[in-house]
């Protein structure tokens, strides 16, 4: 089990990427430790004084000008956690309520929210000891925080609701205790800073981009493939085309095409003779559709690595000014911004995926049998694997409408335009699939299609697949480059 120091504020992506993958053993770094305490002491100096201030002494949303009795406080942040755990749902899995505990205790140890070490512990100790809380996938609009998600989150460090340990679903107590872990009691505003964030949005982005970076690198191996099968020409690949534009994505996506499209192949001296022109932009225009992903990839990679490190509670604390302000943080646009423009990218990498499957059961284009079936008739080869590509890729078009555009008002009007950046789950998934995960569910049952019917193409020409080996060597190759260079 891998070991992590948390240094807050300063979580890689390789060390999300390793949170969500498997589980981890989490030491907070001592540095964070004296501005945990400063913050809780400001907090409880408020407290002392009689000042009023939201979150700490007031009511919540359309309540914050209730005032809160001294002697209620406790009993005010427990029943917040527990009037807002109303998520519905499929409960999401272990590897995704590891990230999301991870981004909240990162998140909570930068020192503005002015919660005890000893409950950030606590919640270190969970993730340690695998005590996964049972998070439903729905209930989050992205503002104020993801406050359903978060509360079910927080359910077990009171001791309530359930959660999963060693595989079995158990009351959050029995967990606890089987864990040889004990509830926590809550302070002033200590629930409230457990509630209000974005960790449950940026996770549910955060592994959209996981699996988009792998599918990215499948897709451009499966286009060379394509590629090498029908005999398409090499020279939209050359570097000087996508120099002159200049666009960055486009000039790496390209130069992944060259490495895997060497002259050394098989088929390569079919190309020294080839008599097409141009060919079809599914292959043509490859570098430019991808490397324009590729760009989208990495601008999500840089909002959702800074969202990751960010302090989206309210209000916060600033210990050295004696000061506690209401913002905005918890509002989530940001993150519901960049997995819309996720979605269109991996919707844009399927739509070019079924045009190469299409392209190569058309035999006017592919110059080989047509649905890749010698003697046809009988057998309708790969006719129907294009169609289901047809299907999942107008799926996919239809789950990249923005969800960021769609705001509807909550809490009477208070909370008037919200993110909705947790996505479009769809029921179909389950298991809390998030739209930028549907659509890399679907790209990739279309990306099967067209990575095999390009192998049969292969064989086909060549009577052979021994091109499969050297793919095979792209796809690691073509994975590697995406993730230790981007």
Partial sequence: MNTMTL???????????????????????????????????????IVAEGRTAYGINTGFGLLAQTRIADEDLQNLQRSLVLSHAAGVGDPLDDAMVRLIMV??????????????????????????????????????????????????LSLTLLGEGKARWQGEWLP????????????VALAAKEGLALL???????????????????????????GALTTEAVLGSRRPFDARIHAARGQQGQ????????????????????????????????????????GACLTQLRQTKEVLLAEANAVSDNPLVFADAGEVISGGNFHAEPVAMAA????????????????????MMDKHMSQLPPFLVKNGGVNSGFMIAQVTAAALASENKALAHPHSVDSLPTS????????????????????GGEYPRHHCRG?????????????????????????DTARAGGALYAGSFFRTRY
């Fill in 443 to 467: 790209v990739a049952g279309g990306l099967s299609g067209d990575r095999f019917t390009g192998r049969v193409n292969l064989q086909l020409v060549t009577g052979t697949g021994a091109a």
């Fill in 196 to 222: 209000n964030g974005t960790q449950a949005s940026t996770a549910f982005a955060l592994r959209g981009l996981f699996e988009a970076q792998e599918l990215f690198a499948s897709a451009v191996v499966c």
């Fill in 172 to 183: 959050a107590q029995t967990a606890l205790k089987k864990a040889g872990l004990e509830p």
């Fill in 412 to 431: 009477a009007n208070q909370e008037d335009h919200v993110s909705m950046a947790p996505g479009g789950r769809t029921a179909t998934l389950g298991n």
């Fill in 340 to 359: 819309d423009n996720l979605a269109l990218a991996i919707a844009e990498i399927g739509a070019l995926s079924e045009r190469r499957i299409a392209l």
């Fill in 7 to 45: 240094t807050p504020g300063q979580l890689s992506l390789s060390q999300l990427y390793d949170v969500w993958r498997h589980p981890v053993q989490l030491r907070l770094d001592a540095s964070a430790i004296d501005g945990i305490n400063a913050s809780v002491a400001c907090v409880n100096d």
């Fill in 251 to 290: 000039i790496d996506a390209a130069r992944l095409f060259r490495h895997l499209l060497t002259d050394t192949s098989a088929i390569a001296e079919s190309h020294h003779h080839c008599h097409k022109v141009q060919d079809p932009y599914s292959l043509r225009c490859q570098p430019q559709v991808m």
């Fill in 103 to 152: 981004l909240k205790i990162n998140s909570l140890a930068r020192g503005f929210s002015g919660i005890r070490l000893s409950v950030i512990e606590a919640l270190i100790a969970l993730v340690n000891a695998g005590v996964y809380p049972l998070i439903p996938a729905k209930g989050s609009v992205g503002a104020s925080g993801d406050l359903a998600p978060l509360a079910h």
